[in-house]
């Protein structure tokens, strides 16, 4: 699965879009502590009320908004677990009947509740329905209309949201012309920041993939790995975050601990090419091959395909292993890079880092950023001092 079709499939998630069509919702409200099922409901998606399908709407888009190996994880079934979820999801999936996919969805929910311990009330939510994909790239010159170039996937989407309570408040009643106190007892919903869910099946080549199921977190790398394993029977993924860290080990192992920020800037340029000239197709991977032309091209020395490929197997115990060029660099155009001293925090992007260096200033260690204009702090123009 790519950025691209992950695009796709949010981008239908709005209201009166003859792309997507929405069967069935079905709500379980959990109670905190005892994992108790209060209530649950199933509904036709067109009989609920279209404020509250503007509200679920919202929910589901912001569920499928993040990146990759961030928020978002495509993950494989494993193949040997007991009562597989992968099954139970595929039987939901094509079955036509709403009583059916309900009960299902309990034996799910009654995953979920296994050896875990909700701090809030939760609502969990789940939809049925089917989207409209592109069957392939779309010509411009073809007579075909972009209706006839699609066809309908199925999907299953599940949304997991906490609950908070309504803060108590003074109000005036304009009727009687006096304040009031007013206590809210029913819990709010927090649609607009779901703690986790997943898109079931995945999507490979704008074609379903039942192998596959994507999870989505509340927070950027902050997986629910207990979530990913005991309840939809998926395997465990490389991270962005853990990438990250396996290329600047192996960076470190052929460059030592210290590199001027030019040098780093080249790297990330380099990485950033890379991706760029990659765009349209399959996430570009980095083999060893690809981390020795980059570190030489970047102008770190004494770099050889063999050290690079003895770098690899030391810290991945896989000289052939590939890294996710998109995983290994902070994010190019933003301030992604965070650069913490004791009297100042300053970020920069990894396309800016090269106008930073670390200086030795009268026996002491400084950072200095070239800049074009003059710097101006709190309405004051700083003036200008001759090293």
């Known amino acids: 699965m790519i950025k691209k079709e992950i ?31 209060y209530h649950y409901e199933r509904q036709p998606f067109a009989l609920v009320d279209r404020e509250k399908q503007e509200l ?14 961030q928020k978002m994880y495509e993950l494989r079934f494993q193949e040997a677990a007991e009562q597989p979820t992968q099954v139970l999801l595929h039987q939901a999936l094509v079955t036509g009947n709403p009583e059916e996919w309900q009960d299902l969805m309990l034996l799910l929910v009654d995953k979920m509740l296994a050896d875990t311990i909700y701090e809030q009330d939760t609502v969990i939510t789940f939809v049925r329905g089917q989207y409209a994909n592109p069957t392939k790239s779309r010509n411009e010159d073809a007579m075909e209309s972009e209706k ?36 809210f007892v029913d819990p709010i919903i927090k ?3 779901p703690e986790q869910g997943f898109f079931y099946p995945s999507v490979t080549d704008n074609y379903s993939d039942v192998n596959r199921i ?12 207990q979530f990913i394993d005991q309840v939809l029977n998926a395997e465990k993924t490389v991270t962005a975050l853990e990438e990250r860290a396996i ?71 896989d000289k052939n292993y590939e890294l996710k060029a998109s ?6 155009t933003s301030k992604s890079i965070k650069i913490e001293t004791k009297v100042a925090t300053i970020t920069v992007s990894p396309q800016d880092l090269r106008y930073v260096r670390q200086v030795n200033y009268q026996g002491k260690r400084c950072i200095m950023i070239e800049v074009d204009e003059d710097v ?12």
């Open 7 to 37: 695009a796709h499939i949010r981008k239908h998630f709005k209201l009166d879009n003859e792309m997507l069509k929405i069967y069935d919702i079905f709500n379980v409200y959990i109670m905190k502590e005892t994992n108790e099922i």
């Open 56 to 69: 679920y709407m919202a929910n589901f888009k912001k569920l499928l908004t993040g990146e990759l190996d």
């Open 148 to 183: 006839n170039e699609m066809f309908s996937n199925l999907f299953i989407l599940c949304s997991v949201n906490s609950t908070e309570q309504q803060k108590k408040t003074l109000m005036f009643d304009y009727v009687e012309r006096e304040f009031k106190y007013n206590v």
């Open 191 to 193: 649609l607009n920041t």
């Open 214 to 225: 994507l999870y989505c977190s509340g927070r950027a790398h902050e997986p629910n790995w």
């Open 247 to 317: 290329f600047e080990d192996i960076v470190n192992e052929l460059a030592g601990d210290q590199l001027d920020a030019a040098t780093i800037a080249h790297v990330y340029e380099e990485i950033h090419r890379v991706i760029e000239s990659n765009e349209e197709e399959e996430p570009p991977k980095l083999d060893y091959k690809d981390v020795e032309r980059i570190l030489a091209t970047s102008g770190v020395e004494n770099v050889t395909m063999e050290r690079v490929e003895r770098a690899f197997q030391n810290v991945v115990d």
């Open 327 to 332: 995983s290994v660099m902070p994010k190019f």
């Open 376 to 387: 101006v702090i709190e309405g004051f123009t700083l003036t200008m001092e001759t090293l």
